[in-house]
T-cell receptor, first 114, second 110 residues
Framework: DTAVSQTPKYLVTQMGNDKSIKCEQNLGHDTMYWYKQDSKKFLKIMFSYNNKELIINETVPNRFSPKSPDKAHLNLHINSLELGDSAVYFC?????????????FGSGTRLTVV | ELKVEQNPLFLSMQEGKNYTIYCNYSTTSDRLYWYRQDPGKSLESLFVLLSNGAVKQEGRLMASLDTKARLSTLHITAAVHDLSATYFCAAYFGNEKLTFGTGTRLTIIP
């Protein structure tokens, strides 16, 4: 049973295309996140949703739009893809009691824009 | 600015040796996390440190937290090849935001 699952695992697409990455968690967590890991392995938060409500929206281009249809899902849609969007995108989740359980990460989606 | 810095960025060490990875953060945080990432894989939770003086150990890894110095350390004892990975610390600064350090790429040489 995968706790936080992302699809697809790999995504290769051309500049200018629109693509989506899906994330689902079966942990019953209240909060979900999107993180971007660049080529230097640096991890930076992009968005956070708590019970379908947007909590964090970092300085991310508005070509990126998260959508949370319910507490267990947080999808990421990217319009007009650019070369600089190439990265690994991680979905994560946490419950309010993150003191004990921390954050659980998905396996990542490697996006390559050509 | 909320910053988390790790050093060293790269660490190559021989099996059997001991070493420490340092994690400094810029402002008050009472929750510090350590993660491990293998190449091409996700992040695996290692430790959650919640209070000043907290120390946790799992196998050859031991993590500690000094909130007054804004410093956490990850100590590796008698390193083995299986510990080769990238290690991240992350500090929780409130508002649902977990800020990651730059990562330390650890290579254990036989």
């Amino acid at each position: 049973d995968t706790a936080v699952s992302q699809t697809p695992k790999y995504l290769v697409t051309q500049m200018g295309n629109d693509k989506s990455i899906k994330c689902e968690q079966n942990l019953g967590h209240d909060t979900m996140y999107w993180y971007k890991q660049d080529s230097k392995k640096f991890l930076k938060i992009m968005f956070s949703y708590n019970n379908k409500e947007l909590i964090i929206n970092e300085t991310v281009p508005n070509r990126f739009s998260p959508k949370s249809p319910d507490k267990a899902h947080l999808n990421l849609h990217i319009n007009s893809l650019e070369l600089g969007d190439s990265a690994v995108y991680f979905c994560a989740s946490s419950q309010d009691d993150r003191d004990n359980y921390g954050y659980t990460f998905g396996s990542g989606t490697r996006l390559t824009v050509v | 600015e909320l910053k988390v810095e790790q050093n060293p960025l790269f660490l190559s060490m021989q099996e059997g040796k001991n070493y420490t990875i340092y994690c400094n953060y810029s402002t008050t945080s009472d929750r510090l996390y350590w993660y491990r990432q293998d190449p091409g894989k996700s992040l695996e939770s290692l430790f959650v440190l919640l209070s000043n003086g907290a120390v946790k150990q799992e196998g050859r890894l031991m993590a500690s937290l000094d909130t007054k110095a804004r410093l956490s350390t990850l100590h590796i004892t008698a390193a083995v090849h299986d510990l080769s990975a990238t290690y991240f610390c992350a500090a929780y600064f409130g508002n649902e935001k977990l800020t990651f350090g730059t990562g330390t790429r650890l290579t254990i040489i036989p």
